[in-house]
Every structure is written in C-alpha cells, then in structure tokens.
C-alpha cells in the first residue's frame, strides 16, 4: 500500500510540472507576441511596404494560433493534474485506512499479550500461595 501512495505521489510531481512547463510556454509565447506586437506598432509608425505588414501580420497570426494550442495543452495538462490528484487522495486515504487498521491490530495484540502476561502472573501468584500454605 506505501508503495502505491508513493507511485502517486510521483506520478503526481511529474503532473504538477508538466502543468507548470506547459504554463510557462503559454506565458513565454504570450511575452513574445507582446514584444513582436509592439516591434510590428513601432514599425507601423515608421513606415512599411505592403510585403513587409503582411509578414508581421501572418507571422502574428501563428503566433495567435500556437497560443491557442498552447491554452488548449494547458487545459489538458490541467485535467490530467486534477486525476492525478484524485488518484493521490485515494492512495493516501486507503493508506491511511490502512494504517488505523494495522494500528488497532498491534494495540488488540498488545491487549492480549498484556493479558496472558497477567493471567500468568496470577498464576504464578496462586501457586506460591498454595505453596507457601502447604509449609
């Protein structure tokens, strides 16, 4: 059972930086589509032939579209971090489960060992009575 919650564990991290990696890209194409924008605003401003504002407008229109994707693996990312957190939870609350039962175990063993050990005291309390009557 340890093993399964530490797999989860695991498996959970890697999820979680997956996500995070996965933000991070979108963050970064976000950046560079502000900067190429504003390179695009400034060029405007100065001045372009036709070729050239096509160019900056398709090249604006990829970067649009690969932060589309990224927004959508993002997404993605998001919902496989939240299974994985569910599968984490369920691992731990078995484990835990697990534990309690292991723990009332070794405390109802240690009852009964505490018990034999009395009644063997007692026992041995009884016969040295008898015996010390007999004398």
């Known amino acids: ?8 564990t695991r498996a959970l991290a ?3 930086a997956a996500e995070r990696d996965a933000r991070n890209r979108l963050e970064m194409l976000q950046q560079y ?3 190429y924008r504003e390179r ?3 060029a ?3 001045g372009l032939r036709q070729s050239e504002w096509r ?3 398709e090249f604006l229109n990829r970067l649009d579209e690969a932060i589309t994707q990224q927004v959508a693996t993002v997404t993605r990312q998001a919902t496989y971090t939240a299974a994985g ?3 984490w939870q369920h691992q731990r609350t078995r484990l835990q489960a697990f534990d309690a039962l292991h723990e009332r175990h070794r405390a109802s063993e240690a009852r009964r060992e505490l018990r034999q050990e009395q009644k063997a005291q007692d026992e041995f309390a009884a016969r040295r009575t008898d015996d010390d009557e007999k004398h």
């Open 85 to 87: 957190q569910e599968r």
């Open 33 to 35: 589509r502000d900067e």
């Open 44 to 46: 405007a401003q100065n």
């Open 40 to 42: 695009f605003r400034q």
């Open 1 to 8: 059972m340890q093993d399964r919650s530490d797999e989860a």
């Open 55 to 57: 160019n900056y407008h």
């Open 14 to 16: 890697q999820l979680i």
